[in-house]
């Protein structure tokens, strides 16, 4: 009967709003989380005891930043927010042509401060710091430090139409959306980072151990499997920056480990580790040729608890990866650039996910310990690929799609107009399976299907648009118009089809 009360207290814990009591204890804290006194009280979440940075505050530390390094910080605006607020970029040494650019964001998810804060306090030691001036001197730097305003300022993860903004990379129906990746688009960044933080008591945790368990990572990585991504760009994120950034997070005795969630799989509590979805950043930013990687930091529902520690992780690690980047620069070049020639290779439609039994760490609620918990790991970083098509020479979308096409341009893709009737060779998509019963996705009306390719020589009008496969963001051509991709155009429903339709979008191969 105790056992039960506990997790029904445990539960109710879990899903409290904002301001609400904490579920976590003060031993745990204590014995696993203490505060990272160190930290400077610099920014403004960081003078105050209570609450969080709001945007009246972010407004008046980026203005004195700027008033007092006018040459070397430059802020911009990437649009509004749904509520009218407008959008601040900052711009670190944007004239040096030959550096490479790293794109930091924060704040995409309103209830996950310490990416925000960790950011400001970033721009202020990169400024004040002069031993960080070599960072300023040889990278150019790109800090979206609060994505969704709205959300921030209500402190809830989403965008005030409702949407999740990290589900929304390639279908874009948030003003947010197409505003952050049109600017991620200009930027063109070689490296990409997004904070996040993550819920350290979940409600399937409840039913695990004898008494329930509780995350004990500090920061967890999310970095994409998807099989489209060049193997090399994988490589260098693992094995290079994130690598780095492990050992950044282990001088400060932080527990760190790949992100994993817990997920439902024939009523059973497994964890999906990694990513290949290209609805969030991680695979979104990869997919175009960019090395790219979403932190996780332990902290939503815990409130201000840790908040230095939390800020600090965040901070440590966008310093490392400004110190790989200017550590490795003429490696990294070379990668990306190798990586134009994966752009030949067959693309990966679907894939799996690997899934084996693993042993992870996690606090025991019960005994207040570090225990080892074996757990069913579903892991996208070892994915396999279940359908497999020939690269085509690019992607024909007739006429009338215009919406597809915008939506394109934003995503950093290159449309080109056909301008006169010409004959081409191409492969039509004939929908042979379809079901569209579903409920409702981030107030989509998802479809899936199986298509057949019917292979066709065809008269292609004047004015159809054109997108070639062999330029740097083609890879995400695959999740957008091959209709059986899990986050295509076709699977949102953003283009409606039906069984034994022939789809507007037609394969160049010849």
Request: zero cysteines; charged letters at 25%.
């Amino acid at each position: 009967m105790i056992k039960y009360l506990y997790i029904s207290f445990f539960l109710l814990g879990t899903i409290l709003a904002v301001g609400q009591p904490n579920p976590q204890s003060k031993k745990i804290t204590n014995d696993f989380f203490p505060d990272y006194q160190e930290l400077l009280e610099i920014t403004p979440a960081l003078k105050k005891k209570k609450g969080f940075t709001n945007y009246e505050e972010l407004m008046t530390f980026l203005t004195n930043l700027k008033n007092k390094f006018p040459d070397k910080i430059e802020i911009k605006f990437i649009g509004e927010s749904q509520k009218g607020y407008e959008i601040p970029i900052v711009f670190l040494n944007s004239e040096n042509k030959n550096n490479l650019k790293v794109w930091f964001k924060g704040g995409l998810h309103g209830n996950e401060p310490a990416g925000t804060e960790g950011l400001l306090y970033l721009l202020d030691r990169l400024l004040n710091d002069s031993s960080l001036k070599y960072l300023l001197d040889n990278t150019n730097i790109a800090i979206l430090p609060m994505a969704n305003i709205d959300g921030y300022i209500k402190q809830n993860r989403y965008a005030s139409n409702g949407l999740d903004l990290n589900r929304d990379q390639t279908k874009l129906m948030a003003l947010e959306s197409i505003n952050i990746k049109q600017a991620f688009t200009n930027f063109n960044p070689d490296i990409a980072v997004d904070f996040h933080e993550y819920r350290p008591y979940r409600k399937d945790f409840a039913r695990m151990s004898d008494f329930g368990i509780t995350s004990v990572y500090d920061v967890m990585f999310l970095y994409s499997g998807n099989l489209n991504v060049p193997e090399n760009i994988r490589a260098i994120t693992d094995t290079l920056f994130v690598e780095n950034a492990r050992s950044v997070l282990s001088n400060f005795k932080l527990r760190h480990h790949d992100y994993m969630s817990t997920t439902k799989h024939l009523g059973d509590i497994q964890f999906n580790q990694g990513s290949t979805n290209a609805r969030s950043s991680a695979t979104s930013y990869a997919l175009n040729n960019t090395i790219s990687t979403l932190i996780e930091i332990r902290g939503v529902g815990i409130g201000k608890t840790s908040f230095k520690r939390r800020v600090n992780s965040a901070f440590s690690i966008a310093l490392s990866y400004l110190k790989t980047t200017v550590e490795n620069r003429d490696f990294i070049k070379s990668e990306l650039k190798k990586s134009l020639n994966y752009n030949s290779s067959d693309i990966v439609v679907t894939s799996s996910r690997t899934v084996e039994k693993e042993i992870i760490q996690t606090i025991d609620l019960n005994s207040n310990k570090i225990i080892d918990y074996e757990v069913t790991i579903r892991d996208a970083l070892r994915s396999n690929p279940t359908l497999v098509r020939d690269r085509p020479l690019g992607y024909l979308i007739l006429e009338e799609n215009i919406e597809l096409i915008n939506k394109l341009r934003v995503l950093g893709l290159e449309v080109n107009i056909v301008e006169n009737d010409t004959i081409m060779k191409v492969e039509k998509f004939k929908i042979t399976d379809y079901n569209d019963n579903f409920d409702k996705y981030e107030k989509m009306n998802l479809q899936s299907v199986k298509a057949l390719l019917i292979e066709d020589e065809i008269t292609i009008k004047q004015g159809t648009y054109l997108i070639l496969t062999n330029q740097r963001a083609s890879n995400i051509l695959t999740e957008l118009l091959e209709p059986e991709a899990p986050n295509s155009f076709v699977s949102f429903g953003i283009l409606k089809t039906k069984i034994n339709q022939i789809l507007p979008i037609y394969r160049l191969i010849n």
